[in-house]
């Protein structure tokens, strides 16, 4: 398998220059390949860099994330679900927010020309998955960075232990990657657990209730076993006590948080949280990193 995942961005400073061009402020034009509905209020957008050698040549960390840009209507951060063991299509998984999401929703179709920043931010630390077990622990739209973990490891099978995935969504339409999950689920390369608030009387075949009440069935070595999680505040409220009851260490843990970001590489300001820009020095923080940032996490 031919990839290289790139280093870990060095945080004392905004990067000079990105992977997609000298200046960091300028998007590089890519593609839109395919065009897929995932729930009612989320699509998965592929695209291709318009230049061939970036397009071979693209390498992310899983949990890294890029700015996508519609000329005249804004630009916005984007994480990435697909993995870099398989580059050349970057898929975003986009949910109807406001101005930029609502034209892509609306106004874009497969052959238009976007243009993307990145990669940006850390990325998860998976040098140190490696021969450990990894918990992903998924709320709602927290499964799309998710889901590019997920691939990595699974393409990497081999250099890690368990993988376990546990996801919760609101309700069986809203489960992303459904097909896909519960068919990796039957194939047994993961333990994937997902689970709903409510079925409402429709089929489903996962759980009911709330994703925390699966972590009650999962076994765990917790010094073997790194944690992973990704959701919306709430959920980070339920999750982290009950890693830590559970006997984790908090630099076992580590989370994916969003911002609100406008440059991505640490020049405006708008991501900052205490000393931190969550743009720079994050998405992804350890807990033990996040904890003395309560604002960080629950906002
Ligand atoms: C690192 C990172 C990764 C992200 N990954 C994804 C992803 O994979 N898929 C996805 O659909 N979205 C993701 N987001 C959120 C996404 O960037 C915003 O939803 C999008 O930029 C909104 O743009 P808009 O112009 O459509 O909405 P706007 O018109 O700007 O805003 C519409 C509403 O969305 C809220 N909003 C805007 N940005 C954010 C944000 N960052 N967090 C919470 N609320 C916000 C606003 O407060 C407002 O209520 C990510 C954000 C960050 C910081
Ligand atoms: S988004 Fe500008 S500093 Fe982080």
Not at 86 to 93: H, V
């Amino acid at each position: 398998m031919k990839f290289q995942l790139p280093q870990p961005l060095k945080v004392r400073g905004a990067p000079r220059e990105l992977a997609t061009g000298a200046n960091p402020y300028q998007p590089a034009p890519a593609r839109v390949m395919r065009i897929q509905d995932l729930t009612p209020d989320v699509r998965l957008f592929e695209l291709r860099f318009s230049d061939g050698s970036l397009a071979r040549t693209f390498a992310w960390r899983p949990g890294q994330f890029v700015e996508l840009s519609v000329l005249g209507v804004g630009e916005g951060p984007f994480s990435l679900p697909s993995s870099p063991t398989r580059p050349g299509i970057l898929q975003l998984g986009i949910r109807r927010a406001g101005t930029l999401t609502n034209y892509l929703f609306d106004h874009i179709s497969e052959g238009d020309e976007l243009g993307i920043r990145g990669p940006l931010g850390n990325g998860f630390p998976v040098e140190r998955f490696s021969n450990h077990d990894v918990l992903m622990i998924a709320g709602g739209l927290g499964m799309v960075p998710l889901r590019g973990l997920l691939h990595y490891l699974l393409d990497l099978r081999s250099s890690v232990g368990r993988i376990i995935l546990l996801y919760g969504s609101r309700s069986p339409e809203q489960v992303l990657f459904r097909d896909e999950l519960e068919s990796l689920a039957r194939r047994g390369d993961a333990e994937i657990v997902l689970s709903v608030d409510s079925a409402g009387g429709r089929i489903w075949n996962g759980r009911e209730g709330v994703v925390t009440e699966l972590l009650d069935d999962v076994e765990l070595d917790v010094d073997r076993t790194y944690a992973v999680a990704c959701g919306p505040p709430v959920f980070y409220e339920f999750v982290l006590e009950k890693l830590v009851d559970a006997g984790f260490g908090k630099n076992r843990i580590f989370l994916s948080l969003e911002r609100r970001m406008e440059c991505g590489v640490g020049k405006c300001g708008h991501c900052a949280v205490g000393y931190t820009f969550t743009c720079l020095h994050g998405p992804v923080f350890s807990y033990w990193d996040a904890i003395n940032l309560p604002e960080l996490i629950y906002t």
